[in-house]
């Protein structure tokens, strides 16, 4: 189309003025962020678990989860609020008749007391006394909040980021991305309490729309996978074993484009070298008698020695380079309270995980620490939500609390004895860098080496990823 020279020189004119506020908007910075490609693992179907590059230099090679199930009061444990020392048995100001679980009682201070811990000072109460001396060790995230209030939705919005099940988890999106570092042992473990599974059970190891072989490995000290009492070692088994291996490779020669065949081979394939690779893992014969008894591995208590034994077994697949370590504390409670959750009796309730909880957890941390495991190791301790600032009407139990809460760090890439983020002064509502799971679990990501937007899987019409839309990196906890 033609123009004459008044509407030239009236284009041009918009034009400058155009790039000048693009200019203007870009030094405020105010421009829309560009839009992420995502950045696609490259995925030999025969080797899913081959060692894969990050997307840039990570401060973790590997992750260890311990996950507290139930909702761990962060009132009685990490975040102290001297206030609620001043407001004991009030009634609570400006809050609702009813909550989660029915009506409302009168305020409560800690029913533990808090101390000052390290060279830190960080205030952390003797439920977990063992704990408390790694202080200095820890990067605190006091102001985290939650989507849903009832358990199994708010395990698997913690696990994936989707309240719903059949999104992928956390272990599985980081092995997808990376691999292993060891691949005669599974890339994603997960070691479920000694008492059962959590609520959420298995979605929180789930691969969801991933590839099956992202999903974790579910087994424990006491419980090895399954069918694995053929030895390879035998000399006429390694041969019948030579022998699958090659029949396999012609099978796969011929179909050169059957991924599924590749992995479905591939899948067998380890699970023939776990025959030699588990039964050494899980002989713990040959740890000291002094390592044992740190650990509480020799307690009387007969959950609490066998979440040590689990909590040995975690070292030791850390240590032969799995990529993916999840230790489940606290069960799915029917029954009998197998778990966290307190709606009455919480100085029972509590003291009673704490007990099976803060000495093998704390020995196996220290244990990373001084095999120098902990410097290429994130430690991600979590619970789905907190507890409430005041009882519940029957006067022993706190409810629900989605609204600010504790998790933490150690290892890997974050800060030393540091807190981030507070809740207001009855410790109810995050007031101070409100940090959400998305967040959190970008954060995860970043330290070992992934882009949690670029980190994504195209799954029925849309690029799916752990953080859905949402989610930032919490730059003030990385060293």
Not at 241 to 270: C, K, Q, T, W
Not at 306 to 329: D, H, I, T, W
Not at 396 to 406: A, L, P, V
Not at 461 to 471: A, I, Q
């Amino acid at each position: 189309m033609q123009q004459n020279r008044r509407s030239f020189l009236g284009n041009l004119t918009t034009s400058a003025g155009g790039i000048a506020l693009t200019q203007l908007l870009a030094r405020d910075g105010l421009l829309a962020a560009e839009g992420k490609s995502p950045i696609r693992p490259k995925i030999d179907p025969s080797r899913p678990y081959a060692s894969r590059v990050s997307h840039h230099p990570a401060q973790a090679d590997q992750v260890l989860i311990i996950f507290c199930a139930g909702a761990v009061s962060h009132l009685d444990t990490w975040d102290f609020k001297p206030e609620l020392y001043k407001q004991h048995g009030r009634t609570p100001p400006n809050a609702p008749k009813v909550t989660f679980e029915g009506p409302i009682g009168k305020m409560a201070q800690p029913f533990w007391d808090f101390k000052p811990r390290g060279q830190s000072g960080k205030m952390i109460s003797d439920l977990v006394p063992n704990l408390a001396k790694l202080a200095d060790d820890m990067c605190f995230i006091h102001s985290l909040t939650a989507k849903n209030s009832a358990h199994t939705q708010a395990e698997n919005f913690l696990s994936t980021g989707f309240t719903f099940e059949g999104y992928p988890s956390l272990g599985a999106w980081t092995t997808y991305a990376l691999g292993t570092m060891n691949e005669d042992l599974p890339a994603f473990v997960a070691i479920a309490d000694p008492r059962g599974r959590s609520q959420a059970g298995p979605n929180n190891w789930g691969n969801g729309f991933l590839p099956a072989a992202f999903q974790g490995t579910a087994f424990s000290a006491d419980e090895p996978p399954k069918n694995l009492h053929a030895s390879a070692r035998d000399s006429a088994n390694r041969a019948t074993v030579d022998l699958l291996a090659e029949l396999n490779e012609r099978h796969r020669m011929e179909f050169p484009g059957d991924s599924e065949l590749a992995a479905r081979i591939s899948s067998y394939e380890l699970a023939g070298r776990m025959q030699t690779s588990i039964p050494d893992l899980m002989d713990l014969s040959g740890e000291r008698r002094g390592t044992l008894e740190e650990y509480g591995a020799t307690s009387p208590n007969q959950i609490k020695a066998a979440y040590a034994r689990n909590c040995l077994m975690a070292r030791r697949l850390l240590e032969k380079g799995v990529r993916v370590v999840q230790l489940f504390n606290g069960a799915h409670a029917s029954g009998g309270k197998k778990n966290w959750d307190s709606h009455s009796e919480i100085f029972q309730n509590h003291g009673t995980h704490a007990e099976i909880f803060d000495q093998p957890a704390a020995a196996l941390l220290r244990d990373l620490k001084q095999r120098g495991q902990l410097d290429r190791t994130l430690v991600v301790w979590c619970t789905e939500f907190g507890r409430l600032p005041f009882m519940q009407a029957n006067g022993t139990g706190r409810d629900h609390n989605i609204d600010g809460f504790t998790c933490w760090l150690m290892g890997g890439g974050v800060k030393q004895g540091f807190s981030y983020g507070s809740t207001d002064e009855l410790g109810w509502h995050a007031t101070e860098n409100k940090v959400t799971h998305y967040d959190f679990n970008a954060t995860i990501l970043h330290l070992l080496g992934l882009d949690h937007e670029r980190l994504t899987y195209y799954f029925n019409g849309n690029e799916r990823r752990l953080t859905d839309v949402h989610g930032h990196v919490i730059k003030d906890l990385l060293a």
